[in-house]
């Protein structure tokens, strides 16, 4: 495979990254968004998430192949050092370690920016299902995470009922007092990261 590079997204990859999301909303339900946004709309989320946490694109031959990010995942002040991470990899490229690698470099980052605990909340199908695999919970197993919870027939798609898996992993130690998290752009040159 070709060597594959990782650096910070911008607004300007929001078609780039538009394509590797729509076959994501469309055909399956790792997603519960119905609709595929517009670019304009997909350019605002990659602006809002950087105005303080890493948003980070995979590349190969020069083409975006995958992207991660983080943001908050709560709002009130005292869940600052927590953070809800999602990664998509364009789907004829898994299994290549394009996830591996983006989360890894994200990790760092968010390490760096002084983030103690990440969660990742994905979508579990009851039973078989032809939109929806336990993929994503054993790729964030493999990452070291572990399930903290699950929320029953919580999403509605395609005419069916899913479950969500709640994922977390710990980054550093919990001691206080702390200092606030630092934003993205305070620390990305640390991270090897333009």
Request: aromatic letters at 14%; glycine letters at 10%; a negative charge.
């Amino acid at each position: 495979m070709t060597p594959v590079t990782v650096r910070t997204a911008s607004e300007a990859d929001a078609p780039a990254l538009l394509a590797i999301y729509a076959p994501y909303v469309k055909e399956t339900a790792i997603t519960f968004e119905y609709d595929v946004p517009g670019a304009e709309e997909f350019a605002g989320r990659i602006g809002r998430v950087l105005k303080k946490y890493p948003y980070l694109v995979a590349e190969a031959d020069g083409a975006a192949v995958g992207y991660a990010y983080a943001g908050p995942f709560q709002t009130r002040p005292a869940y600052g050092w927590a953070a809800e991470v999602s990664i998509y990899v364009e789907q004829s490229r898994k299994r290549m370690g394009i996830g591996r690698l983006l989360y890894g470099r994200l990790e760092e980052c968010l390490q760096a920016q002084g983030v103690l605990n990440l969660y990742a909340c994905i979508a579990w199908p009851p039973q078989e299902d032809p939109y929806l695999t336990g993929d994503s919970v054993a790729f964030h197993t493999g990452m070291g995470y572990h399930t903290a919870g699950r929320f029953h027939a919580c999403g509605y798609k395609f005419d069916r009922w899913y479950d969500i898996v709640w994922m977390e992993k710990q980054l550093g130690e919990h001691t206080a007092p702390k200092t606030p998290v630092r934003h993205f752009g305070e620390i990305k040159a640390a991270c090897g990261l333009t």
